[in-house]
């Protein structure tokens, strides 16, 4: 029986990799309108949506393998379909270079300066909901602790974990604000600078490890 927190350690680490999700969550900090209340909002919807996902995923998947056994046929088509659309998620990652996108943008700060606080909370639901990247990973990573067969708190202690990392990126930045101020925002500048410059490669990279891990599982 193996570490089900170690287990799901890099699939958390590659859910955590969102930048559009930091991306919102800036604009919303950066908005001055409202910036503490509005952040912690879409955190609160990035969180509910990212924990009905994550408890959804291991009850489906405990109906399908429910004894934590070997996996079976249909266990390992998830894997290697799971792989696939890691593949094609790396490569689309790494074709989509720095293109303008400057009407998105322009639409989201809009969005940003005229909706109402508690719509912030449908913001993050919808953004999360959107995040396929993060979602994907977490799915081959909810199994993989499955397939530890360890104690159930320990369990539920690595899908915490995962839920904490995959959170981060709308998390860290409102944490950050709401402990420090003014005085975080070189840093939060810095943080949203390093990851839309380079979360093509890190995404790629992790999406690359991930498939190959769930095509030596599947043919095991």
Same mark, same amino acid.
């Given at each position: 029986?193996?570490?089900?927190?170690?287990?799901?350690?890099?699939?958390?680490?590659?859910?955590?990799?969102?930048?559009?999700?930091?991306?919102?969550?800036?604009?919303?900090?950066?908005?001055?309108?409202?910036p503490?209340?509005?952040?912690?909002?879409?955190?609160l919807?990035?969180?509910?949506?990212?924990?009905?996902? *994550?408890?959804a %995923?291991?009850?489906?998947?405990?109906?399908?393998? @429910?004894?934590?056994? $070997?996996p079976?046929p249909?266990? #390992? =088509?998830?894997?290697?379909?799971?792989g696939?659309l890691l593949?094609?998620?790396?490569v689309?990652?790494?074709?989509d270079?720095?293109r303008?996108?400057?009407?998105?943008e322009?639409?989201?700060?809009?969005?940003?300066?005229?909706?109402?606080?508690?719509?912030?909370?449908?913001v993050?639901?919808?953004?999360?909901?959107?995040?396929?990247?993060?979602?994907?990973?977490?799915?081959?990573?909810?199994?993989?602790?499955?397939?530890?067969?360890?104690?159930?708190a320990l369990?539920?202690?690595?899908?915490? *974990?995962?839920l %904490?990392?995959?959170?981060?990126?709308?998390?860290? @930045?409102?944490?950050? $604000?709401?402990?420090?101020?003014? #005085? =975080?925002?070189?840093f939060?500048?810095?943080?949203?600078?390093?990851?839309?410059?380079n979360?093509?490669?890190?995404t790629?990279?992790?999406?690359?490890?991930?498939?190959v891990?769930?095509?030596?599982?599947?043919l095991?």
């Open positions: 029986m193996s570490n089900p927190i170690i287990t799901m350690l890099p699939f958390a680490v590659g859910a955590m990799i969102s930048p559009f999700v930091l991306i919102v969550q800036a604009l919303i900090l950066a908005s001055g309108i409202q503490k209340l509005r952040g912690w909002l879409y955190t919807g990035c969180t509910a949506f990212t924990i009905v996902f *994550i408890v %995923v291991y009850a489906g998947l405990s109906r399908v393998a @429910p004894g934590n056994t $070997a079976s249909v266990l #390992r =088509a998830i894997e290697i379909t799971i696939i593949l094609v998620l790396t689309r990652v790494l074709l270079k720095h303008p996108r400057n009407d998105h322009t639409r989201m700060q809009h969005m940003v300066q005229t909706a109402k606080p508690r719509s912030f909370f449908i993050g639901l919808a953004v999360m909901a959107t995040d396929l990247s993060s979602l994907i990973i977490l799915v081959p990573g909810v199994r993989a602790v499955q397939e530890t067969q360890a104690a159930f369990q539920a202690i690595a899908l915490i *974990i995962a %904490v990392f995959t959170l981060m990126p709308a998390l860290l @930045p409102v944490a950050l $604000a709401t402990l420090f101020g003014r #005085r =975080a925002d070189h939060l500048k810095a943080l949203n600078h390093f990851v839309t410059k979360s093509r490669f890190i790629a990279g992790i999406c690359v490890l991930l498939a891990l769930l095509f030596v599982g599947a095991r």
